[in-house]
């Protein structure tokens, strides 16, 4: 049996790390304004709001709250970039790093979630639809990052 609790704390998990990619994807068009990834930056963040606005529905459906924020963890490394950014002066290779770092973990938390064997069908369903636009973000900027490491 399946517990409508555990799809709504898996499913704010999601939202949690999703709404950090937002932040991240944001956060990485302020940084790189000039660059030639930054209004791919904004689309991504626009992209993955879509995503948490159907997993907060999903969550009021099953009758549950929601999460409306990202993670303390995500906001002390955003505090981290923003000192190191500020000495070390950020580069579309800087930025583009970081925008792969946190892709590899946004992925690893969604496979992980469709990995759960607790989940209910309906749960994993939506989580398997959604997880189709983490896997493209996170392949684009590992493809993006590796061909930037080749050059140098």
Do not use: C
């Amino acid at each position: 049996m399946f517990e409508k609790k555990h799809d709504i704390e898996i499913l704010n998990g999601l939202i949690e790390t999703t709404v950090d990619s937002i932040d991240g994807y944001r956060r990485s068009a302020e940084e790189a304004p000039d660059s030639r990834f930054a209004a791919e930056f904004l689309d991504r963040a626009a992209e993955r709001a879509r995503v948490v606005v159907g997993l907060r529905e999903e969550i009021r459906r099953l009758g549950g709250e929601p999460k409306d924020d990202g993670s303390l963890l995500a906001a002390a490394h955003r505090t981290f970039l923003t000192l190191r950014d500020t000495v070390a002066g950020g580069d579309d290779k800087a930025v583009i790093a970081e925008v792969d770092r946190g892709e590899s973990y946004l992925n690893k938390t969604w496979e992980d979630a469709l990995a759960n064997e607790e989940l209910s069908p309906e749960a994993r369903k939506l989580i398997a639809q959604n997880y189709e636009t983490v896997r493209a973000g996170h392949q684009r900027w590992q493809a993006v990052h590796h061909s930037m490491e080749e050059r140098d």
